[in-house]
T-cell receptor, first 118, second 110 residues
Framework: DTEVTQTPKHLVMGMTNKKSLKCEQH?????MYWYKQKAKKPPELMFV???????INESVPSRFSPECPNSSLLNLHLHALQPEDSALYLC?????????????????FGAGSRLTVL | LAKTTQPISMDSYEGQEVNITCSHN???????ITWYQQFPSQGPRFIIQGYKTKVTNEVASLFIPADRKSSTLSLPRVSLSDTAVYYCLVKLAGFQKLVFGTGTRLLVSP
């Protein structure tokens, strides 16, 4: 299995709602990532997990809460979002974190979850 | 803040070779340069990765000069299906994270 699966594909939520985005991979990768992508912009890193521990938090507002229940799963919990948080949210995984050869920083991305905040 | 820059857009015709350059003059010493292709409403897809000189696979070549301050993705004989946005991904010196380039929108016409 060489895929990263994200659910849901589309999500519409109000500013008072609580929802979650889910990501799953079965490639044995030990690093998982959340990226946010606005239209016509490159993906921006939000969080990195390495061996199920939060490794990088790019000063993301607390209304976004990541969770890594196990090495195959990554969640992004959403609460009290703003309309400007509407974007494509991408999950990715890699064998490890960068700095070494053998594809350590080759990221495999999911298809993304398109989030609209009303 | 150091940036990783690419041309905003490029136009080409089917069958031509396309070269897309990424400038990363503050790249981390020991990290690889990776290129991705992205279609609308999809996640980026891995194309090629290299550390220095030249790397070639079945879909592209990657040229990296000795100073590693830039890299050039070469797509031989593009087709209409190569119309997409292309990103480089590098780790910049002093940063822990991998940073995407600004992206190049390639349009291939018949």
């Amino acid at each position: 299995d060489t895929e990263v699966t994200q659910t849901p594909k589309h999500l519409v939520m109000g500013m008072t709602n609580k929802k979650s985005l889910k990501c799953e991979q079965h490639m044995g990768h030990r690093a998982m990532y959340w990226y946010k992508q606005k239209a016509k912009k490159p993906p921006e890193l939000m969080f990195v997990y390495s061996y199920e521990k939060l490794s990088i938090n790019e000063s993301v507002p607390s209304r976004f809460s990541p969770e890594c229940p196990n090495s195959s799963l990554l969640n992004l919990h959403l609460h009290a979002l703003q309309p400007e948080d509407s974007a494509l949210y991408l999950c990715a995984s890699s064998q490890g974190l960068g700095g070494t050869p053998s594809g350590a920083n080759v990221l495999t991305f999911g298809a993304g979850s398109r989030l609209t905040v009303l | 803040l150091a940036k990783t820059t690419q041309p905003i857009s490029m136009d080409s015709y089917e069958g031509q070779e396309v070269n897309i350059t990424c400038s990363h003059n503050n790249i981390a010493t020991n990290d690889y340069i990776t290129w991705y292709q992205q279609f609308p409403s999809q996640g980026p897809r891995f194309i090629i990765q290299g550390y220095k000189t030249k790397v070639t696979n079945e879909v592209a070549s990657l040229f990296i000069p000795a100073d590693r301050k830039s890299s050039t993705l070469s797509l031989p004989r593009v087709s209409l299906s190569d119309t997409a946005v292309y990103y480089c991904l590098v780790k910049l010196a002093g940063f822990q994270k991998l940073v995407f380039g600004t992206g190049t929108r390639l349009l291939v016409s018949p």
